[in-house]
């Protein structure tokens, strides 16, 4: 069931009873049938918070809640980024007949450091199309498409220091980086910052602590202890 946080209250009801009973009444018919199921969930959102609001019923969550996959944004696993893209690189030079045999490091850049609001799905499509519409034989910065082009994006000469090979170390200097940005914007507001890195405030404090950017910072009263929250 994807993106089972979008549920009306009133179809999450009949989706507990069915969970719960093991049987459903199909339309049309005058009797119950019994069913046994798996069922695999999906969201964006924090269901958490869902529940704090009244669109999700807490009993429904405890019910689905069995095992729990965390699955990251595109955003916060740029290590997964050249991965993916050899990936694409070879299903659409197959699928599109094209010969293909790599992307610049100016275009692997922009990937690198671009949000991907639309994650790997909008991932597969830039470089969908970009091996369709490109006129050699490396993707170019050309060859994406305006959003990764034109935005303003700090370079990663301005964000890694000289020497950093290792895409480990310079995905986690990258994540630093956007999440200190995040919290000046923000004044210190945890909240806030989460929104503007768009991910849930539980990943952000974990994120706080991973970095050790939890502890007040001088100058700054702000920035609260993750210990307090």
Same mark, same amino acid.
Request: aromatic content about 4%; charged content about 30%; some cysteine.
């Given at each position: 069931?994807?993106?089972?946080?979008?549920?009306?209250?009133?179809?999450?009801?009949?989706?507990?009873?069915?969970?719960?009973?093991?049987?459903?009444?199909?339309?049309?018919?005058?009797?119950?049938?019994?069913?046994?199921?798996?069922?695999?969930?999906?969201?964006?959102?924090?269901?958490?918070?869902?529940?704090?609001?009244?669109?999700?019923?807490?009993? &429904?969550?405890?019910?689905?809640?069995?095992?729990?996959?965390? #699955? +990251? @944004?595109?955003?916060?696993?740029? !290590?997964?980024? =050249? %991965?993916?893209?050899?990936?694409?690189?070879?299903?659409?030079?197959?699928?599109?007949?094209?010969?293909?045999?790599?992307?610049?490091?100016?275009?692997?850049?922009?990937?690198?450091?671009?949000?991907?609001?639309?994650?790997?799905?909008?991932?597969?499509?830039?470089?969908?199309?970009?091996?369709? &519409?490109?006129?050699?034989?490396?993707?170019?910065?050309?060859? #994406? +498409? @305006?959003?990764?082009?034109?935005? !303003?994006?700090? =370079? %990663?000469?301005?964000?890694?220091?000289?020497?950093?090979?290792?895409?480990?170390?310079?995905?986690?200097?990258?994540?630093?980086?956007?999440?200190?940005?995040?919290?000046?914007?923000?004044?210190?507001?945890?909240?806030?910052?989460?929104?503007?890195?768009?991910?849930?405030?539980?990943?952000?404090?974990?994120?706080?602590?991973?970095?050790?950017?939890?502890?007040?910072? +001088?100058?700054?009263?702000?920035?609260?202890?993750?210990?307090?929250?």
């Amino acid at each position: 069931m994807d993106e089972i946080g979008e549920l009306p209250l009133s179809l999450q009801v009949k989706l507990l009873r069915v969970l719960q009973d093991e049987e459903i009444t199909p339309l049309g018919a005058t009797g119950v049938r019994k069913v046994d199921v798996r069922v695999i969930a999906a969201t964006a959102r924090d269901l958490g918070d869902e529940i704090k609001e009244g669109r999700f019923r807490e009993a &429904l969550y405890y019910r689905i809640n069995v095992v729990t996959i965390y #699955l +990251p @944004p595109l955003r916060e696993r740029l !290590e997964d980024i =050249p %991965l993916l893209v050899e990936h694409f690189l070879a299903l659409f030079n197959e699928r599109l007949k094209r010969d293909i045999k790599g992307i610049s490091p100016a275009a692997m850049e922009r990937c690198m450091i671009y949000l991907w609001p639309g994650n790997v799905r909008e991932l597969e499509n830039v470089i969908e199309r970009a091996v369709l &519409l490109a006129p050699g034989d490396t993707l170019g910065l050309s060859d #994406l +498409p @305006p959003a990764l082009r034109e935005e !303003e994006l700090r =370079p %990663l000469s301005e964000i890694l220091p000289k020497g950093i090979s290792s895409i480990k170390k310079a995905t986690r200097m990258i994540e630093q980086q956007l999440i200190e940005r995040a919290l000046e914007r923000s004044n210190g507001n945890r909240t806030q910052a989460a929104k503007i890195l768009e991910i849930s405030h539980r990943a952000l404090l974990y994120k706080l602590k991973e970095h050790g950017l939890g502890q007040t910072r +001088p100058g700054n009263e702000n920035y609260e202890k993750i210990a307090e929250s």
